[in-house]
């Protein structure tokens, strides 16, 4: 079935040059992470959901997105930060993921959106050795805007279909 | 243009024809049949008719003859299309009074040169 | 002017596959010996397109292959040549080579130069061998050959007959021809005019004589006179040459036509051998699965019939749009509480409801009416079937009667392109495997023809097809043994008889000790059971040892909807599909029995049936609930039936199957998901993958 979806952002090959290097943040808690704006899909508001059997505790069901099956995340699981409740002011961002030959349209359940902010690539700098810290490889790097930190995600890699897969095997999470 | 009649039981070569013969300004009438051709033939005129020669129910060479039995198609240039190279089948095509004939393959090139030398 | 002839390509290759399969079909009909003539000119007219169409579109290689085939059909029906078993059979095989070389040149790929070679050596053997050589080695001699470059004066007498004119040729025409060779001066003589009133209106009484000056080849003015070499005396000279050489209707050599004809000669087998395309996989008999097409052919009745439907549709739109615009004009009144305007109110929600009503039917006619236009006869796959069992049984030196029924079943385009490879499998299973060889047949007391039956039919929402054979059926006992080897069933488990018969689709079963040539190359029973459960449709044998087995294949309509039936399982509504389905019922508690353990059974008539929990299945609480009044539904798992309790049953709906994968990724349990009517999500069931997690799960604790 395609997908016949409708991109708050323009295609990511031609609009390269004006988007580039613009971030999408959202929070978790108290911290701020950020994704590449050119896979930033649309916002929605949290709807209810269909749960898939014995999939992984992070992945939180599927949605009818316009006619596509489009399954959701919760990054606060993901990551291993204790879960809230969600409300009317949980947000979904959904996003354009690339990997294994195909994109594939993911959303991810988070706290609330916050800013779009241009980072250059000179300004993200590796991640420091924090408690918590999310694996590595989920990360492209991190950056300082007024005077916060912001995470910037590789959702690549974050949302691969062979971490999906491991996850399920195992029932883990990142920590 | 010219209003041209191109009969033969063969989709592709028909639409090939056809197309080519549109493609300069002419009006084509297909027909896949022998017999619905000449029945066309009796209720319109045509300037120029163009038929192959192996078909089922009517062959091309009866299709001339049928062709030239009528008062209005006695000097119309008439073509067949034929695969065969030897002598024989040119010869039975002209003795059933066809104008002369193309030989398959051809190429839309020929067929518009050949086309233009019989409609003048 | 160029054109591009691509455009043509396609129709010309359908047409082509479709001549191949008269000429196909038409050959197995022939009978060796006396040659219907129909039949054969039915072939040959078949042939003698492809080399007609393939020349025009540049595809020479099949253009003059097929001349060799026609040279030989052609002999056949003139009766110069007898229709012997091995012209059949090699005409046969040439089909296949031809089919390959159309394929190979549609697709843009390799064809297996040897083989081709190889054929043609086979072909022109057969030639050969008659009274007479074909006629393609006739050479066409080109007319006399001046050194061009040169400006030459060529003198051309032209006198038509009388009756040039009848045919539709016009000096005027051949005239302007020559005039756009070079230059022309041309006088005209009188001397066959005859007087006034004698005069026939429509002969012709000039004559002429053409000067013509330019850089002309001979040939070139013949070309001009070609068509009516037979209507005039035509003479043409070059001036200062001694030697005029003649031309007219006593000379029989044949003229050049345009363009020179080359001389169409196989390519000798030696040269071909040497070449280094690689050798394609399947054997020439085989025939190739057919692409998916990007197109389909409708009958027009039934696009009249979808432009029909979506007029009623329209209807009914306004209809509602009406009623609508009623209400909202009606509101302001009714809402004061008026009470004619309430009647008129209630009047407008009669309408509505009407129109709702008149709604649903008009969207499942389109929908049947839509899911039609993807619908073709069965015979499309069928077809193949005559072939494959004429050249099968002949190798295996067997004697196999095909019956066919129902070829005008209809089922979807794209099931159809993808139920030919497992049905040919089973086919040449049922040949190789289940009838037996005469002698045996004999023995058995059985007719020494052994029948094939090849049904198809629609029941209930769906197509069935049957492969039944009166052959040995199969055999338990190496069947089970085998089965416990490969660690499949343990020899502890009680299986039925169906149960027993179904392993052959069991993942990793062959009990061929030999991977015979015919059904073997790894293609195994299992990959035809999961290429036909991909389809959304099962597979089951049923066999007794002696007297033969019948595979039965239920297929859905179409792949993109499904009936189904709506359980509930922890607040969740999920979809069942009806095909996998034997029955549904209440629970009654005294005929649940605990089996080892932990496996639970039912007792239902008088068959032990395993049941699993869907909520188990899906790591919901383990409510260990008495299952009093619960719900179960008996669904069919490697010919076998198993209960699955879940918590309510809902209706029974047609869905639309929407992926998971596409998004998401492969969920064992589940084999896609469908939208409701209220917008939500529900997943659909994959009988076989809950009972696989279950497995898993109970091995696990």
């Not at chain 3, 290759?13 to 008269?22: N, T």
């Not at chain 3, 049957?466 to 488990?493: F, M, P, Q, R």
């Not at chain 3, 383990?622 to 879940?646: F, K, Q, R, T, Y």
């Amino acid at each position: 079935m395609s997908t016949s979806l409708e991109p708050v952002s323009d295609d990511i090959e031609t609009n390269d040059n004006i988007h580039q290097n613009q971030y999408l943040t959202f929070l978790l808690g108290d911290e701020e992470y950020g994704v590449d704006i050119l896979r930033v899909q649309e916002i929605r508001g949290w709807d209810s959901v269909t749960t898939i059997p014995n999939a992984p505790a992070f992945i939180k069901g599927v949605i009818n997105l316009r006619g596509t099956i489009v399954s959701i995340l919760d990054l606060r699981e993901r990551f291993g930060i204790e879960s809230v409740e969600y409300n009317e002011l949980t947000v979904v961002v959904v996003l354009r993921v690339k990997g294994d030959g195909k994109d594939r349209i993911m959303g991810v359940v988070v706290d609330a959106v916050s800013e779009v902010y241009h980072i250059a690539e000179n300004e993200l700098k590796d991640p420091p050795d924090l408690g918590y810290a999310i694996n590595m490889d989920y990360m492209k790097g991190m950056a300082t805007v007024d005077e916060k930190m912001i995470s910037i995600l590789d959702i690549d890699q974050l949302m691969s279909l062979r971490d999906l897969d491991q996850a399920t095997e195992s029932g883990e999470q990142l920590a | 243009m010219a209003r041209i009649l191109v009969v033969d039981d063969s989709a592709s070569m028909r639409q090939m024809v056809a197309f080519t013969l549109k493609g300069a300004g002419h009006e084509v009438v297909e027909k896949n049949d022998g017999v619905e051709a000449l029945t066309s033939a009796k209720t319109e005129s045509f300037d120029l008719v163009i038929t192959d020669v192996n078909m089922p129910n009517m062959d091309g060479i009866t299709l001339t003859k049928e062709l030239r039995s009528l008062s209005n198609y006695r000097f119309t240039p008439i073509l067949t299309l034929t695969t065969e190279s030897s002598a024989e089948k040119k010869m039975a095509g002209k003795q059933a009074g066809a104008t002369g004939w193309l030989v398959k393959p051809f190429n839309p090139n020929q067929l518009l040169a050949t086309a233009k030398k019989v409609l003048g | 002017m160029s054109i591009d002839m691509s455009q043509f390509h396609e129709a010309f290759f359908e047409e082509s596959f479709e001549g191949l399969e008269i000429m196909e079909s038409e050959l197995l009909t022939l009978d060796v010996g006396e040659g219907d003539v129909e039949i054969i000119n039915t072939i040959f007219r078949a042939a003698h397109s492809i080399k007609g169409g393939a020349g025009t579109f540049g595809f020479m290689n099949v253009s003059e292959f097929t001349h060799v085939m026609e040279t030989l059909l052609d002999e056949m029906r003139d009766g110069s040549r007898d229709v012997t078993q091995y012209a059949v059979d090699s005409l046969l095989g040439s089909i296949d080579v031809l089919r390959a070389m159309l394929e190979a040149a549609r697709d843009n790929g390799d064809v297996d130069e040897g083989m081709v070679a190889e054929r043609y050596a086979i072909l022109n053997n057969i030639l050969n061998k008659g009274d007479e050589a074909a006629s393609n080695s006739e050479a066409e001699p080109v007319g006399a050959a001046v050194t061009p470059g040169i400006a030459q004066v060529w003198q051309i007498s032209f006198i038509p007959h009388t009756d040039l004119l009848m045919a539709g040729n016009d000096p005027v025409r051949m005239f302007r021809a020559l005039s756009e060779l070079g230059e022309v001066q041309a006088t005209v003589d009188l001397a066959k005019l005859l007087p006034f009133n004698e005069l026939v209106p429509e002969d012709l009484y000039l004559c002429w004589t053409v000067t013509l000056a330019g850089d002309t080849l001979k040939a070139d003015i013949e070309e001009v006179f070609e068509w009516v070499e037979d209507d005039c005396d035509l003479s043409i000279t070059l001036l200062d040459d001694a030697e005029p050489r003649e031309l007219g209707s006593d000379n029989d050599s044949p003229v050049v036509s345009t363009p020179p004809q080359e001389e169409i000669t196989p390519p000798p087998a030696s040269l071909k051998a040497e070449s280094t395309v690689p050798v394609m996989e399947n054997s020439p008999t085989k025939p190739k699965k057919p692409t998916e097409a990007a197109s389909i052919r409708v009958g027009i009745d039934k696009v009249d019939e979808i432009i029909n439907l979506v007029g009623e549709l329209v209807i009914t739109q306004s209809m509602l749009d009406q009623a609508g615009d009623d209400l909202e004009a009606n509101a302001e009144l009714s809402a004061s509480g008026d009470s004619a305007s309430q009647k008129i109110n209630a009047d407008i929600l009669l309408r509505l409801s009407k129109g709702l009503a008149q709604l649903e039917r008009n969207t499942r006619e389109l929908q049947d009416g839509v899911m039609r236009i993807r619908m073709l006869p069965i015979s499309f796959v069928f077809s193949r079937m005559p072939r494959l069992v004429h050249d099968l049984s002949s190798k295996l030196d067997k004697k196999i009667e095909l019956v066919v029924h129902g070829e005008e079943t209809e089922l979807d385009k794209t099931v159809m392109e993808n139920i030919g490879d497992p049905l040919v499998h089973l086919v040449r299973n049922a040949l190789d495997h289940g009838v037996e060889i005469p002698e045996v047949r004999l023995a058995a007391g059985k007719p020494e023809t052994g029948i094939l039956n090849l049904n198809a039919y629609h029941q209930g929402g769906n197509v069935i097809i049957e492969i039944k054979d009166d052959g040995a059926g199969i055999n338990k006992k190496k069947v089970l043994a085998k089965a416990i080897e490969k660690g499949i069933v343990s020899s502890h488990d009680k299986l039925s008889d169906d149960e027993v018969n179904n392993l052959i689709f069991a993942p990793g079963f062959s009990t061929a000790d030999v991977v015979s040539d015919v059904s073997g190359r790894g293609v195994g029973m299992d990959v035809v059971k999961t290429s036909i459960n991909k389809l959304g449709g099962r597979v089951v044998v049923q066999s007794e040892e002696g007297k033969g087995s019948v595979f039965t294949i239920r297929l859905p309509l179409t792949l993109a909807i499904l009936d189904g039936q709506l359980v509930t399982v922890g607040g969740e509504s999920y979809v069942v599909p009806l095909i996998a389905i034997i029955e549904s019922l209440q629970v009654d508690r005294a005929q649940i029995n605990q089996v080892a353990g932990k496996a639970e059974v039912y007792k239902l008539r008088d068959e032990y049936i395993p049941i699993i929990r869907a909520r188990s299945v899906f790591g919901l609480d383990d409510g260990v609930d008495d299952l009093h009044e619960s719900l179960m539904v008996i669904v069919e798992v490697d010919g076998a039936p198993v209960g699955i309790i879940v918590d309510e049953l809902q209706g029974q709906q047609q869905v639309v199957i929407k992926s998971l994968e596409t998004n998401y990724r492969k969920v064992e349990t589940m084999s896609g998901a469908t939208i409701l009517g209220d917008g939500t999500v529900a997943l659909i069931w994959d009988v076989n993958g809950m009972v696989g997690v279950h497995k898993k799960k109970s091995h696990k604790n």
